[in-house]
């Protein structure tokens, strides 16, 4: 079974930085697609930013154009997503998921494997 295990969040100050993990198991990983996503309490999902499997197309949403990176280290398993800059309004739990495929939709629902999600906590 697919796993998808996230890590590095926590509390951090208006203007700090986090880098979250994604680490996966049972995948071929080179030929998944990783995305990140945000659900802040009483919200719905966010689309973060989504790497190809090669690591060298990516796209960002809006909120995380110029402070966040997202990229990942193949030989490792492992996604990441640092977080520079960070606001209060990015307060939330941050999931990291995969799909396979070349396109890198926003919408969860195109993405088949989820992790279980790491808590982001930013402190004015």
């Known amino acids: 079974q697919v796993q998808l295990v996230e890590s590095g969040g926590g509390l951090v100050q208006a203007g700090g930085s986090l880098t979250l993990s994604c680490a996966a198991s049972?995948?071929?990983?080179?030929?998944?697609?990783m995305g990140w996503f945000r659900q802040a309490p009483g919200k719905e999902r966010e689309f973060v930013a989504a790497i190809d499997g090669s690591g060298t197309r990516i796209y960002y949403a809006d909120s995380a154009k110029g402070r966040f990176t997202i990229s990942r280290d193949n030989a490792k398993n492992t996604a990441y997503l640092q977080m520079n800059s960070l606001k209060p309004e990015d307060t939330a739990i941050y999931y990291c998921a995969a799909r396979f495929g070349r396109d890198l939709p926003a919408s969860g629902y195109e993405y088949h494997y989820w992790g279980q999600g790491t808590q982001v906590t930013v402190s004015s």
């Open positions: 049972r995948i071929m990983f080179n030929n998944v697609a």
